[in-house]
Each structure stands twice: as C-alpha cells, then as structure tokens.
Nanobody, 121 residues
Framework: VQLQASGGGLVQAGGSLRLSCAAS????????MGWYRQAPGKQRDMVAV???????NYADSVKGRFTISRDNAKNTVYLQMNSLKPEDTAVYYC????????????????WGQGTQVTVSS
C-alpha cells in the first residue's frame, strides 16, 4: 500500500490550499483517513481525521478553517485549508488505516511521504 500526497506549496497568509492523498495497492477497505502536520522542532500533531462513514474530527487550531473530506471510490482524502496563517507552516502527512489481503484480514496504518505547506506573513 502506498499513499501519495500532493498539493502543498507557498501561500500568503489568508490564502487557501487543497491537499490530496491517494492510496493505492491491494486494498480491501480503508477505515480512518487523516492529516497530520509537523513543524520544525515539534512533534507530529493531528490536524483532521475522517472515518469511513465521513464523521470528522479537527484540531482546535484549525476548526472553522480546514475541511477534511474523502472519495471512497478513489481511496483519496482531501484537506481544504482556508484562511491560512503562518503558524500553519509545516510538513503535512496523510495516513490511512487500511485492510489488505483476503477478506481484509491484514490491517495496518500507512503514511504518505509528506508535503510542505509554507504560509508567509
């Protein structure tokens, strides 16, 4: 299973970006999908998570500004980021809780390679 993230870049404060992360491989099903971020010298923190039933959870710092969504047919999760702030600058990682194998008996959490988001003031 591979997760390929894209959509990062440089944006001015107040701007928007949309991240995408597509999972590929021998996937039986995907449960939770999420976005995490890690700023230099800091730990990796949860940004947003979405379940297979599209229930969502957000970090307090991004509520009202970021929206997570998914396309189950494409095994893809998105993160729409609006009203970006300099403190949103970080490497953003996607992850997915994936079942593989016959009848999905194997389960694991997989991570994407990270995409840099830089917000200038």
């Amino acid at each position: 299973v591979q997760l390929q993230a894209s959509g990062g870049g440089l944006v001015q404060a107040g701007g928007s970006l949309r991240l995408s992360c597509a999972a590929s491989g021998s996937i039986f099903s995907i449960d939770n999908m999420g976005w995490y971020r890690q700023a230099p010298g800091k730990q990796r923190d949860m940004v947003a998570v979405i379940t297979s039933g599209s229930s969502t959870n957000y970090a307090d710092s991004v509520k009202g500004r970021f929206t997570i969504s998914r396309d189950n047919a494409k095994n893809t999760v998105y993160l729409q980021m609006n009203s970006l702030k300099p403190e949103d600058t970080a490497v953003y990682y996607c992850n997915a809780d994936v079942s593989t194998g016959h009848w999905g008996i194997h389960r694991g959490v997989y991570w994407g390679q990270g995409t840099q988001v830089t917000v200038s003031s």
